[in-house]
């Protein structure tokens, strides 16, 4: 029987405890940790369809388990810090002593992945790509460090090339779902960008062309002496800088104090490739980005419900024969317990309060799909006495920059990944090209970085040594140094100097990928989030529970709140309740709706895209275990 069939007659098989023709079906505790589990998943946005059979929903609780997550997050974390001792490193260690920590690294990954293997279906778990991909890293990684070894212990020159295949791990495991979406959102966004791309390297290549005409033969010269725009390659490179703002304007003051009107070309230059050209980038970027990752919420909100459906399909009792199923408050009650154990009484008796509008005493399946997810949903974002900022002007700014927290975290494990494949690949090529001198040496090669090729350049003057790729450390401040863009065609040419030409490659490449697809789509989300402060109002349930809150006199006047920011659950203490102006029966403790504030991306980018979410998209026959879409696309495996 396959999975979609066995999840399919979970009602059925949860029956068969019982009588369900009679009127209360008993519930095992099996029943409610499966529920939990599908609840539990729909509140952490887990996208995973497991066996469910008794033994592998225990093994999935576990593998859900937080000690668990972080320690694969804490050796996650070693495997990727042993680039700062091992060669070239910042504190060197003998390599066998790197190479049984990595091999320690691998073991507990080998032990994650079997585990999750025990979770799922076997032909599921290898229909998964992400599971291929970090096997196939584990087998890389492991045969390198077999060669390597033994060219080392030969004495010949060995690369650890596996070392770019690390922070990959970090994009493959189950838990790194939002790395993975940011990583889909570059890919859906780069056919676009290619295009886009290509009319500008265009715009540059006819610019460099006019340029070496109108310049090439006047025999102008740089400051330095050089001849000033008579390369056409040179010219191509100083013209994709000058894009970047790094070099203006010194790239045009040799023609400019030539001639008055040379400012023209460059200012025309100027006008369409760095205005025009990059604005198009990030509206391109801003709008595949908006348009798939809609697309992406609508798949993750349709997964959630589907877990919800299937919560209320093990929990489901018929209390009179021929009735609606429904779900008892008391089931319900322990559902909640094993989904939230820290919720306080008084909360969990609100939100079954409105769940259960109608005091009929249970919840009828037609409520399951999408107002039980709401409930999971204020599981996590109602707060008690959440106290709004008290400068309407500043509102709208601070909670946006409250929005972004976890999308800063989520892209700047992204800069990390792109960082650390680039800083592999750059110590491999760059490695003890530049030497950097302590203030006190009076070595004669200070004034040269230790590179005679340097003597006289703008890297060597300006006292760029310290800027190299000697160690993993060095290497990521360079990095950051590029990011910035200010004189990295100053950086890029040193290197290009002291190897070959070709290593500009390397820098554009950067440039292209970090700052112009990357910070892109980080400025896009920012708009959205920005937008969505002004746009969305509140939520249906939001409202349902403000109005139940006021019927059963449990709200706290605005009045009575202190004008300070409150992040954390907080109760209004029998002070309050004792007050004169406050009622007799006055209750001590109080509700209050949380402000638009989201803890995860998750929760934000649905209600980013909620109003246009089609409640249609989630019919409850459009499974997605019976279709097999059991797992979003994999970055690095699956086709745009």
């Known amino acids: 029987m396959s999975e979609s069939e066995k999840n399919e007659n979970i009602p059925e098989a949860s029956a068969r405890k019982g009588n369900s023709n009679t009127g209360n079906t008993a519930k095992s505790e099996e029943d409610f940790n499966l529920a939990a589990i599908y609840v539990s998943d729909a509140q952490y946005n887990r996208n995973v369809y497991f066996d469910t059979s008794p033994q592998a929903v225990r093994l999935y609780m576990l593998y859900n388990h937080w000690a668990l997550k972080v320690l694969l997050y804490f050796f996650m974390l070693v495997n990727l810090s042993l680039a700062i001792f091992e060669d070239p490193a910042v504190y060197p260690l003998p390599i066998w002593a790197t190479m049984l920590v990595e091999i320690l690294c691998l073991l507990i990954f080998t032990i994650r992945v079997i585990h999750y293997a025990k979770v799922i279906l076997r032909d599921k778990f290898w229909k998964d790509p992400k599971n291929i991909c970090i096997i196939v890293i584990l087998t890389l990684t492991l045969v390198d460090m077999i060669i390597y070894g033994a060219l080392k212990a030969a004495n010949y020159y060995g690369v650890r090339w596996s070392r770019v295949l690390r922070p990959l791990l970090l994009v493959n495991v189950t838990e790194g779902r939002q790395l993975r979406r940011a990583f889909r959102s570059i890919r859906n966004a780069l056919p676009q960008i290619f295009y886009v791309f290509l009319l500008f390297m265009f715009s540059i290549l006819i610019f460099a062309l006019m340029a070496l005409k109108l310049l090439g033969k006047r025999g102008l010269t740089n400051i330095n002496g050089t001849p000033y725009f008579t390369s056409y390659l040179e010219i191509m490179f100083d013209l994709y800088v000058l894009v ?101 009484n008084a909360h969990r008796e609100l939100l079954w309060s409105v769940s259960d509008d109608k005091n009929q005493g249970a919840i009828a399946s037609h409520f399951s799909s999408r107002q039980i997810l709401d409930i999971v949903f204020i599981l996590r974002v109602l707060r008690l006495i959440r106290v709004v900022d008290s400068i309407k002007r500043f509102r709208t700014i601070i909670n946006t920059l409250i929005r972004i927290g976890p999308a800063i975290l989520t892209f700047g494990q992204l800069i990390i990944v792109v960082y650390y494949i680039f800083a592999m690949v750059g110590m491999e090529l760059f490695k003890g090209k530049v030497k950097f001198y302590e203030q006190s040496s009076t070595d004669p090669a200070k004034a040269y970085c230790g590179n005679p090729l340097l003597n006289g350049t703008d890297f060597a003057k300006l006292n760029y040594c310290k800027n190299n790729f000697n160690d993993v450390v060095s290497s990521f401040i360079l990095l950051v140094e590029l990011t910035v863009v200010n004189q990295w065609h100053v950086l890029s040419s040193g290197f290009a100097t002291v190897t070959h030409i070709s290593a500009r490659i390397f820098f554009v490449l950067f440039h292209v990928i970090v700052v112009i697809v990357i910070l892109n789509i980080f400025v896009a989300f920012v708009l959205e989030a920005f937008f969505v402060e002004y746009s969305v109002d509140k939520s249906d349930l939001q409202t349902s529970l403000e109005r139940k809150i006021e019927e059963l006199e449990l709200a706290v006047a605005q009045e009575m709140m202190e004008d300070n920011l409150v992040n954390a659950m907080e109760t209004i203490d029998n002070d309050l309740g004792g007050s004169q102006s406050a009622k007799p029966n006055l209750p001590s403790l109080m509700f209050k709706i949380a402000s638009k504030r989201y803890r995860t991306v998750d929760a934000l980018l649905q209600r980013i895209f909620e109003a246009d979410l089609d409640p249609e998209d989630f019919a409850e026959n459009d499974d997605p275990e019976a279709t097999g879409n059991e797992n979003f696309a994999n970055p690095l495996f699956s086709h745009a």
């Open 244 to 344: 970047t703002t790094a070099n203006s304007p010194d790239v045009m003051m040799p023609a400019y104090n030539a001639n008055f009107f040379f400012a023209v070309f460059f200012i025309v230059y100027i006008l369409i490739n760095t205005y025009i050209f990059m604005s198009v980038f990030l509206a391109v970027v801003y709008n595949n980005y908006k348009k798939y990752l809609k697309e992406e919420v609508r798949q993750l909100v349709r997964a959630k419900r589907h877990k919800m459906v299937r919560a209320f399909g093990v929990l489901q009792e018929q209390r009179e024969e021929g009735g609606e199923p429904v779900v008892t408050q008391a089931s319900w009650n322990q559902l909640v317990r094993l989904v939230q154990p820290n919720l306080s």
